[in-house]
Structures are given as structure tokens and as C-alpha cells.
């Protein structure tokens, strides 16, 4: 019987049924939806800050809580839609993409395979591995054409092969993020009827979610919550004054 392949780990050797061993028993904590919370993100993030603006313009304006509550609904269902539609276009782009390049690497497998059997070389020798040490890497790539592909999508490309599903999760993601967004700041409006009282509440309401949304963002981002979420009201914060101010000046004139 051959002796079984062996290799250092920490010093330590190693046989790969040892390795699949310690695989089973070792949990890493990657977080892996990244693409989900980026379309929750993007949804949320416009859809409390849009009707937020459009509202305290119109207050700015002196429109009634009712017409506000109409036109902040129908900006959030046409909002919801476009980004919707944005994101679809969005995914549906990258797959196709990818399938393209999936076809123009499968013919140059086909018709030059020396030309990309080198260039598996060329990016293993980009991780330090010497000829002799990738060379069994790239025979085995050579008799294997589907994981051969699979590697040049991944590391010539730099491609991920894409979910089917994605352009519709994608559109309904971000479509109900923005939905859920742009009530907080209209909620103000159907229990208020007095439009500066309402834009008063919408405030505080708006930019406290702001700051929740913005501590959480952070968290899931990877960057500092406190700063994700000062930044995030600011914006939104922004955005609404502007709007305010430009009611207040159109009015004026």
C-alpha cells in the first residue's frame, strides 16, 4: 500500500484525512450575505432619506399633512419600483457578463489549452509557488476541463459564477428596503394632521431611525458604528434641509 501524502501544518505533519479532521471541527465566523445587505442597505438608506427630503419640502411649503402623506406614498411606490428595476438590470448585467466571459474561456481552453495551462502557472507563481512545486497543480487542472475553468473564472477573472435567482431577490430586496424606509418618515403625517408638527416629528422619528440604520449598516460593513451612524443622519439630515430651505425660498419669490 502507498504511504499516505503528508504535509506541515504549523510544523506538525499532516495527512489529508487529519485534515478533513480538524475542517469538520473548525467553525469559521465569515458573514456571507454580503450581497443581501448591500441591496437592504442601498433600499433603506434612499427610502428614508427621498421621502424624508420630499416631505419637509412640502412642509416647507406649508402643503397640508394630507397632501403630503399622498405625494410621500406615491414617491415611495414609484421609488420602489425604479430602484427595484435598478437592481434587477443590475444582476441580470453581471450574469450576463459572466456568461460571456465563461464562453470566451471555455473556446480558448478548446483551441490554445498550452496558452492557459501557462497562464495557470503565471497565478500560482503570483501566491510564490516555484515551477516544479505548481507544475502537478497544473496537470491535474489539464485533466479536469470543468474544475479547469472553474479556476481561471475564479482566479484569471476574478469572477464568482452568479445565483440564477439573484436579479429577482436583488429587485424585491431592494424594492421592500425602500418601502420600509419611506413609511417612517410619512408615519408622522397620517396621525398629525398639522403639517409643521408632523415635519417636527418626522424629524426626530426619521433621524433616529437614521442613526439605528446607520449604527447597524456599520456593524455589518465593517466600519466604525458610531461614525456609520452619525454619518448617515447627517446625509439624511442634509438632504431634508435642502429641500426645506428650497420650498422656503421658491415660496418667498
Do not use: C
Not at 495551462?117 to 515551477?131: M, S, T, V
Not at 436579479?167 to 409643521?196: D, E
Request: charged share 15%; net charge negative.
Amino acid at each position: 500500500m502507498a504511504p499516505e501524502e503528508s504535509w506541515e501544518v504549523n510544523g506538525t505533519s499532516t495527512t489529508p484525512s487529519t485534515a478533513e479532521k480538524l475542517l469538520v471541527h473548525h467553525k469559521e465566523n465569515h458573514f456571507t450575505a454580503g450581497e443581501v445587505v448591500r441591496d437592504v442597505i442601498l433600499g433603506v438608506s434612499d427610502g428614508l432619506t427621498v421621502p424624508f427630503a420630499l416631505a419637509a419640502g412640502l412642509s416647507g411649503a406649508n402643503a397640508p399633512s394630507s397632501l403630503i402623506l399622498t405625494a410621500g406614498l406615491a414617491e415611495v411606490a414609484a421609488g420602489a419600483i425604479s430602484m427595484g428595476l435598478g437592481g434587477y438590470l443590475a444582476a441580470k448585467s453581471e450574469a450576463d457578463h459572466y456568461m460571456r466571459e465563461l464562453k470566451r474561456e471555455q473556446d480558448e481552453i478548446l483551441t490554445v489549452p498550452d496558452i492557459e495551462a501557462a497562464e495557470i502557472g503565471e497565478i500560482l507563481a503570483q501566491y510564490g509557488l516555484e515551477p516544479h512545486e505548481y507544475s502537478p497543480v497544473v496537470n491535474a487542472l489539464r485533466n479536469n476541463p470543468q474544475a479547469w475553468l472553474d479556476f481561471m473564472m475564479k482566479f484569471e477573472l476574478g469572477l464568482e459564477k452568479p445565483d440564477p435567482k439573484r436579479a429577482l431577490q436583488s429587485a424585491l430586496t431592494i424594492a421592500l428596503s425602500y418601502v420600509v424606509g419611506g413609511l417612517v418618515p410619512l408615519l408622522p403625517y397620517v396621525f398629525i394632521p398639522i403639517a409643521q408638527k408632523a415635519m417636527l416629528t418626522s424629524i426626530g422619528v426619521t433621524l433616529a431611525a437614521l442613526l439605528f440604520f446607520g449604527y447597524v449598516k456599520g456593524q455589518f460593513t465593517g466600519n466604525y458604528p458610531l461614525s456609520s451612524a452619525v454619518q448617515t443622519a447627517f446625509i439624511g439630515a442634509l438632504a431634508s434641509a435642502a429641500a426645506y430651505a428650497m420650498a422656503k425660498v421658491v415660496q418667498s419669490t
